[in-house]
């Protein structure tokens, strides 16, 4: 899915400028082919758009169900339903330069630690959580925002 949004802002002489904003999403960025597509269609702007990606097809329905999973005892089975998104992720990185591929394969293991921490500390068993972790959650974000390029 595309949303495109498009700003204009005015100032003082009448001079105009233009922001635009693209989301895309879901079957947009579903696996490796669609992801070009995207890319072609970013670089087809003239000016440099502000482009926000969000989660690949089926992707949010997999987090969703791996928590409903995971509430019911079935950590392990959680963690392993994710699996094959983490696989698909890494998959699509194959199209990708080498600099670009290192720093996503580095981010999707990155995500796939966490995930699998989370499950652990947040579901597991009492004697299997290192404790009370939910203090930590917010910097989860920050840091894994931080590694990017």
Known sequence: MLLKLTFLRRDGDGVSSQITVMKFGGKSVEDAQAFGQVAQIVRAHHEYPVVV?????????????SLRIASEGGILKASQSLEE???????????????????TQLLVEHARHLLHE?????????????????????????RTAAARP
């Open 85 to 103: 998104h983490f696989e698909r992720h890494l998959r699509v990185t194959d199209s990708f330069a080498a600099t670009a591929r290192a720093r």
């Open 118 to 142: 989370e499950l652990r500390d947040r579901w597991g068993p009492p004697g299997a959580r290192p404790g009370a972790r939910s203090d930590r959650s917010p910097s989860r974000g920050r």
């Open 53 to 65: 990606v969000s989660a690949m097809s089926g992707v949010t329905d997999a987090l969703i169900a």
